[in-house]
């Protein structure tokens, strides 16, 4: 992840350089879910993973068994039934993890239209992490972009105002039904 420069400097009239060293093969991800429920606070459930090498044969991005394994902890933590919204990333349309999705009772599914992304509140979570513990920073190392990273997650994760805010961002309600009981 090259982080986005915010503010640079250099003398008049001279173009400011900004010296960045070479790519690395090396890739992180991030699985993310923002979870909402009304009259409780707002919560972060991440999960950051370290790929192989993608040109010696490793995968560049989250399995469909991750998001399955990361939905799972999920329920559990929360505790109770999950109504995801999902944007139309390939895996999370993957046939093995629909037929995941039909297999359980505490699952529901929806896909948001494609290319909505003002309309995925995790975007805005992405939005803060560029903006706020990556910004200006040259990390020296691997391991020093992923403390970054966890470091600013942490931080989002107990600022339920602030993931709600990203929530409102999208123009979308949080709405309940109640369920009449069996």
């Known amino acids: 992840m090259t982080p986005p420069t915010s503010r640079t400097w250099a003398k008049r009239g001279h173009t400011p350089v900004i010296r960045v060293r070479g790519r690395s ?7 993310a879910l923002t979870c909402y429920k009304a009259g409780e606070r707002s919560r972060l459930i991440y999960r950051p993973k370290r790929h192989a ?27 109770g039934p ?25 699952i529901t599914a929806y896909y948001l239209p494609p290319y909505a992304p003002d309309l995925n509140p995790v975007e805005g979570i992405w939005s803060l992490l560029r903006r706020s513990s990556q910004a200006n920073t040259a990390f020296t190392d691997p391991d020093h972009l992923i403390h970054a990273l966890r470091h600013g997650l942490r931080q989002l994760q107990y600022r339920s105002d602030t993931i709600d805010g990203c929530l409102t961002e999208t123009g979308l309600k949080l709405t309940t039904t109640h369920l009449q009981p069996q």
């Open 82 to 106: 999950i109504v995801l919204i999902w944007d139309n990333l390939n895996v999370h349309k993957d046939r093995r993890m629909r037929a995941f999705i039909d297999s359980q009772d505490w």
């Open 25 to 31: 093969q090396r890739r992180y991800s991030i699985a």
């Open 53 to 79: 090498d993608h040109k010696q044969g490793g995968r560049r991005s989250f399995t469909w068994t991750e998001y399955r394994d990361l939905l799972t902890a999920a329920h559990q933590q929360l505790g």
